[in-house]
């Protein structure tokens, strides 16, 4: 019997219009945007729908935006298909909470409200830092830490082979760039980001999301949940609140993730939410496997005519 495992998307998907036309086809989704808008205090559907992407693109806005769109896209999916049997969840970075969501450790209001938060006290981190990514291409991971530690930079994103992110320092992201570039890799790019996301520049964000996260209600998830701090299953909820914590500021190890279900026999991933980006990454990890997405209406008729056949 094959296993599958859904993956949430993380920061970097969000683009103006997600979410807009599950919205205008399927009444249960406009119930979750009213849901948010509720908790929230401020209507994020509409700026998930119609922007302006200067909104949208803020930390504060970005985070919860896809949190909410990738939810929507869940809770349509196991609409259509509600046999759907999913034995795990993970998410990049703060789709980690999208994906404790998902397990029913976190309730949606207490989930989007926590996210929107999250996004908050990261982008005032950000203000107070000068701090840069990069991404790193064609790479390997002891090649690039070697950078890291001649730049005093560190490792964010360990995504799949031959994509790394780095982040710390403006000037000393720069100076990454270079070395890498020395070292052997094919491309060394700066990324569009308001600063140095899971580095220790981050630090400021962590008592504050610490504090929101002890206030939270948090159960045990119903499958397992991929920790991208220890790329292995979360426990209990304390241990959860701690990894969240940890999140912040240390690397998202996504690739070994993804490693730990593939050992574990899984076979068939989802991504939800906008963008493909983890479809992109999965490929470069295990091109075997079934890798759908869902993030609009062309993409959720396809994976419900997909699935089906694959599930029985």
């Keep these: ?27 249960s989704a406009r119930t979750w945007f009213e849901r948010a ?10 700026i998930c729908f119609s922007g302006p992407e200067q909104e949208l693109t803020k930390t504060e806005h970005a985070q919860p935006g896809i ?15 509600p046999d759907l049997q999913v034995q795990a969840t993970a998410g990049l970075s703060l789709g980690e909470f999208t994906a404790l969501a ?10 989007v409200r926590l996210v929107g938060k999250r996004g908050q006290f990261m982008q005032e981190a950000c203000d107070a830092t000068k701090g ?23 490792l964010a994103n360990l995504n799949c082979p031959g994509q790394l992110v780095i982040s710390g320092e403006a000037e000393k992201i720069a100076q990454a760039c270079e070395l890498a570039k020395v070292k052997g890799a094919r491309r060394a ?25 002890e206030n939270a209600t948090i159960t045990a998830p119903q499958v397992e949940v991929i920790s991208n701090v220890t790329a292995r299953p979360h426990e209990g909820p304390e241990n959860i609140r701690e990894l969240l914590v940890q999140q912040v500021t240390s690397s998202v190890r996504w690739e070994d993730s993804m490693r730990y279900l593939l050992a574990q026999g899984f076979t068939h991933f989802i991504e939800l939410g906008p963008g493909t980006a983890l479809s992109g990454f999965m490929k470069r990890i295990d091109k075997s496997v079934l890798m759908l997405n869902v993030g609009d209406v062309a993409s959720l008729e396809s994976a419900t005519a997909s699935l089906p056949r694959h599930e029985a």
């Design 1 to 27: 019997m094959s296993k599958t495992a859904i993956l949430f998307a993380g920061q970097g998907a969000q683009i103006v219009g997600m979410g807009k036309d599950l919205a205008e086809e399927h009444a």
């Design 189 to 213: 790019l700066p990324l569009t980001v308001a600063g140095a996301y899971h580095s220790p520049l981050m630090a400021t964000a962590q008592p504050k999301l610490a504090a929101e996260l």
């Design 67 to 81: 949190f909410l769109v990738s939810w929507v896209a869940w809770q349509l999916l196991k609409e259509r298909l």
């Design 37 to 46: 808008k509720t908790a929230l205090g401020y209507d994020l559907g509409q």
């Design 102 to 111: 998902a397990a029913g450790s976190l309730g949606f209001e207490e989930g």
């Design 132 to 154: 840069r990514m990069a991404a790193i291409i064609g790479l390997d991971e002891a090649a690039a830490r070697e950078v890291c530690s001649q730049a005093g930079v560190v």
